[in-house]
């Protein structure tokens, strides 16, 4: 098995085992996926059947909880209230957000957009959280890379796209346990093109670098120029990055959606685990609808990492020395 994926095990299981929500029972991939974490010992995996006590009480939550929308086009009218309420992806997410369990992976049936507009308005953002985006988490062979924004915010702003990076940096920390080395992606390499996707990622970068002056981050970067060191050296000798990135942000999720999926279909053996939500107050994940049977044990093993609160422990194995960590401090798919 990959390290990677070693180790998550582990720190899934430390300190118990913990209760995994999958709302998408009916499906023969999450029904054997439970199975086998429950048989390895991973989680808890927990299917529900909807009680209507409980629903009505989720029904008027939403109503609640959306009535300033009221007598405008997002209004949400009782009617369809009443239908999200029985709806085991949304009554799962009132679980999660009562804490009757530790985590919740869905998306092997729904689409990432009903995913989120479950988690956002039952669970909502962490504490201080302005953008909620993603990570896809990129195992080829002994090397782990992770993607972002693969699934959530389409043309992101300069704000957002700091915020991403900011994000998937600490995600990173958290769920691999290394050292992130961030690269901002585009068709460009230091001024080598112009255009108004180019500026974006510049202003980013000088965001990123004003909020977390400690972080490793460098770019306009080409991909080939953040990740191949002889290139990086040839196109942009003296960054910080050296062709060494590890934390690839896209300039967009057409880019970041279709670069993830590239890599999983045309590299033997490599495994795409994600979409991994960043900014939600509860541990949960999105899985893209292509997902196999052992994509679904894998991401469920990182939300359970989340939940088990194990993802500050420093590797040795995947990161070598751990006294070079600096510290550290949410729509598409097919």
Sequence with gaps: MNVFLDQLRVRAI???????????????????????????????????EIEERRAEDIQHLLLERRSSKVGTPDELTSEKAQQ??????????????????????????????????AGLWLVGKADGIQTVSSAMYMVVGDQVLTFADCAVVPNPTPDQLADIAIASADARRAVV????????LSYSTKGSGRGSSVDTVRKALEIVQARRPQLMVDGELQADAAIVESISQ??????????????????????????YKLVVTLVPGAQALGPILQGMKKPMSDLSRG????????????????????????????????????????????
Aim: net charge negative.
């Design 177 to 184: 346990g290394d050292e992130p080395r961030v690269a901002m």
């Design 14 to 48: 430390r300190g118990g085992v913990r209760t995994i929500l999958f709302p998408e029972a009916d499906d023969a991939r999450v029904q054997e996926a439970a199975t086998r974490l429950s048989q390895e010992k991973i989680v808890q995996p927990m299917f529900v």
């Design 291 to 334: 997902a196999r049977v052992q994509d679904i044990v894998d991401v469920a093993t990182i939300v359970a990492a989340q939940a088990a609160g194990s993802f500050f422990t420093v590797i040795p194995d995947l990161i070598g020395n751990p006294e070079n960590d600096r510290g550290s401090s949410g729509q598409a798919r097919g």
């Design 84 to 117: 999200l309420a029985h709806d085991p992806l949304w009554y799962t997410m009132d679980m999660l957000r009562r804490g009757e369990a530790d985590g919740l992976v869905a998306g092997a049936v729904r689409t990432t957009a009903d995913v989120l507009r």
């Design 234 to 259: 040839r196109k942009a000798p003296g960054n910080i990055i050296n062709g060494q990135a590890n934390v690839l942000v896209f300039p967009s999720l057409d880019a970041a959606n279709i670069a």
